[in-house]
Structure formats: structure tokens, C-alpha cells
């Protein structure tokens, strides 16, 4: 199959877009046909690398995948478009029994710690598929994917937002900022978010959000700033 994928960390140009082995398909893994698969600033640090990183060469990027089932696997059937959950679990532990699979030493990102979606085909656990939502394109489908979870498990789990609370987002460019947005008013929370320029600050507002600050636009007088900070105000 066609890939794009590295063989060496690097910058750009260790890149490369060529045939690689078809993927293997362990037991209770089924083998998907990529139809979309979004872009994660992840996918630039996994290319760079960092000390510990360990991955089989050569690499495919690509967490967020939606596809189409190869051959029937499990209860589901050939030709079923789906959406593929990016978290794989590959041991049973204390942390999967509270729901914390994240936390676990044996937990994987698609993309990241194996091999992803930037490729004509992928092999994914059985128990991370999921039905592709109706009224959904590929690419649409494919997009809220890894940022929907992160944003989850911090307001969800971590923060345990609840209707009637304000929630401060620091940012609102960014794929998991403006998820954030749309999951905090989702939950019923008042969402107050600082953003940095005037078109983010349209766009966050657009997303729901009840006030936006735009850094850009406050000015601030340092020196001010500086003769309060001598005279201890």
C-alpha cells in the first residue's frame, strides 16, 4: 500500500510518500480502507521525536481516521463506514478499571506510539470502532476526533464540569480550545474565553462562548505597571 511515513526523526523532508508493507491484523482486529484522516500537531512532534520514543520504521503518522471496513471482523460487516476511537488499551489494569485508560503504562495513541492513519489502509482494534455518525463526510467525521477526547477527559473526567459553571478557556484557536468551547456549553456551563486576535475572538464567540477577551486589543502601559509594582500597590 501507499504511505506517508518516515524512516528517521526529523524535519520535513525525512517525509516520504511510497509503498510499505500492507498492514498485519492481529485477532480481534479488523483492517479499514482510509477514507479521511485529519492533522495533529502531535504528528509534527512524533515526526521530530523525543528522548524514550521508540517506534518501528517505518512510521505513518495519522490519529484521527475515519475509514471503511475491508471484510467483515467481529459483529461488524465489510463496507461499514466508521469512526475509529485514537486511545488503544493493550493491557487490563487498575487504571483501566477506574476508566482511566490514558493513565495506563500500556495505553497507545494511534499515529503515535503505532502506526496511523496517512496510509491507504490501517489496522485498528476491534473495540475502537465506531459507527460514523449520519449526515457526516469522511473528512468532518475525522476531524474532532483526538482533540474530542482530550477536551472530554479535561472537562468531563478532570474537571467534572458541571450546568451553571463558569469555565475559563485560555486560547481558542487551537483544535481542543475550540472543542472545549462547544463541549463546555454543551454541558449547560457559562464559557469565558481569553483569545489572542480579533478573528478568534469572532470565532469563539460563534462557538458559544458568553465573553471573550482579546489580548490583542487591551493595551496595556507597562510603565504603569512598573511604577505600581515600586510602590507596592
Not at 521508540?54 to 469512526?83: N, Q, R, Y
Not at 477506574?98 to 489496522?123: C, K, T
Request: charged share 20%.
Amino acid at each position: 500500500m501507499r504511505a506517508l511515513h518516515f524512516e528517521t526523526h526529523g524535519e520535513l523532508d525525512v517525509l516520504q510518500f511510497g509503498d510499505v508493507p500492507d498492514p498485519e491484523v492481529p485477532t480481534s482486529w479488523a483492517l479499514l480502507r482510509v477514507d479521511a484522516c485529519a492533522l495533529n500537531h502531535l504528528d509534527i512532534w512524533v515526526r521530530r521525536g523525543w528522548p524514550g520514543l521508540k517506534l518501528e520504521m517505518p512510521h505513518i503518522g495519522g490519529s484521527d481516521i475515519a475509514g471503511t471496513l475491508v471484510a467483515d471482523a467481529g459483529d461488524w460487516k465489510a463496507d461499514a463506514a466508521v469512526v475509529v476511537d485514537p486511545g488503544i488499551s493493550t493491557r487490563q489494569d487498575a487504571w483501566t478499571t477506574r476508566g482511566e485508560d490514558s493513565m495506563s503504562p500500556g495505553y497507545r495513541i494511534l499515529g503515535e506510539h503505532v502506526r496511523g492513519g496517512f496510509a491507504e489502509f490501517v489496522a485498528v482494534p476491534l473495540e475502537n470502532l465506531h459507527s460514523r455518525p449520519a449526515g457526516l463526510t469522511a473528512a468532518e467525521a475525522a476531524a474532532p476526533l483526538l482533540v474530542g477526547l482530550t477536551a472530554y477527559r479535561m472537562l468531563v473526567h478532570r474537571a467534572r464540569l458541571q450546568t451553571g459553571e463558569r469555565m475559563l478557556g485560555v486560547g481558542s484557536g487551537g483544535g481542543v480550545n475550540s472543542t472545549a468551547i462547544q463541549l463546555g456549553c454543551h454541558l449547560g456551563a457559562e464559557v469565558h474565553v481569553v483569545a489572542g486576535g480579533s478573528e478568534k475572538a469572532q470565532r469563539a464567540e460563534e462557538l458559544g462562548a458568553a465573553l471573550v477577551i482579546d489580548l490583542e486589543a487591551i493595551e496595556i502601559n507597562h510603565e504603569q505597571i512598573r511604577e505600581e509594582e515600586k510602590s507596592g500597590l
